[in-house]
T-cell receptor
Framework: DAMVIQNPRYQVTQFGKPVTLSCSQTLNHNVMYWYQQKSSQAPKLLFHYYDKDFNNEADTPDNFQSRRPNTSFCFLDIRSPGLGDAAMYLC???????????????FGPGTRLTVL | AQSVSQHNHHVILSEAASLELGCNYSYGGTVNLFWYVQYPGQHLQLLLKYFSGDPLVKGIKGFEAEFIKSKFSFNLRKPSVQWSDTAEYFCAARFDTGRRALTFGSGTRLQVQP
């Protein structure tokens, strides 16, 4: 089945130690998103890629970076995780016809990040 | 700024009770609306969506939602809930501002008691 895959499902890192979360998709969607979801809160968009174009949200800290080496993969890099960065990180994809609003977003299972 | 509001933060129902979860948005333009469900320990799944056309939308698992433009609302309904409906429900919107991102409501935790 086509899907959005996130690895690892659980990640533990130390305060200040860089960490990379991975997302891959078999849907061949051209848009990929990274959301942060803290406990009992709504998902909050960090940034997204429209094809190769990176779109950062205005309030996303510089500590968060992303890479998309090809259509299928997208990475979230947290350069110096703080305790406040502990959260569930969700990857989502959608298909965006040129010049139109995007279609439905499909979410991966998420990676739960713990910062010690 | 555009926003999505879910006023019910925690709802407790008995099995077979009827469900209605409120969702309101603030925006005067065109909006696409979604309901997502997140079962315990699982990922967000799409329940239903509204883009245009018939304002009464039917989704999976017996859920439906009605878009009422005059009320800026998109309430989720189910006539008879089951224990397996216990989950967090998120309303989301995409506004025609050229921004592709979804704006989520804060979520409603539904607890269905057997």
């Amino acid at each position: 089945d086509a899907m959005v895959i996130q690895n690892p499902r659980y990640q533990v890192t130390q305060f200040g130690k860089p960490v990379t979360l991975s997302c891959s998709q078999t849907l061949n969607h051209n848009v990929m998103y990274w959301y942060q979801q803290k406990s009992s809160q709504a998902p909050k968009l960090l940034f997204h890629y429209y094809d190769k174009d990176f779109n950062n949200e205005a309030d996303t800290p510089d500590n968060f970076q992303s890479r998309r080496p090809n259509t299928s993969f997208c990475f979230l890099d947290i350069r110096s995780p703080g305790l406040g960065d502990a959260a569930m990180y969700l990857c989502a994809t959608s298909r965006a016809p040129s010049g139109r609003a995007t279609d439905t977003q499909y979410f991966g299972p998420g990676t739960r990040l713990t910062v010690l | 700024a555009q926003s999505v509001s879910q006023h019910n933060h925690h709802v407790i129902l008995s099995e077979a009770a009827s469900l209605e979860l409120g969702c309101n948005y603030s925006y005067g333009g065109t909006v696409n609306l979604f309901w997502y469900v997140q079962y315990p320990g699982q990922h967000l799944q799409l329940l239903l969506k509204y883009f245009s056309g018939d304002p009464l939308v039917k989704g999976i698992k017996g859920f439906e939602a009605e878009f009422i433009k005059s009320k800026f609302s998109f309430n989720l309904r189910k006539p008879s809930v089951q224990w397996s409906d216990t989950a967090e429900y998120f309303c989301a919107a995409r506004f025609d501002t050229g921004r592709r991102a979804l704006t989520f409501g804060s979520g409603t935790r539904l607890q269905v008691q057997p």
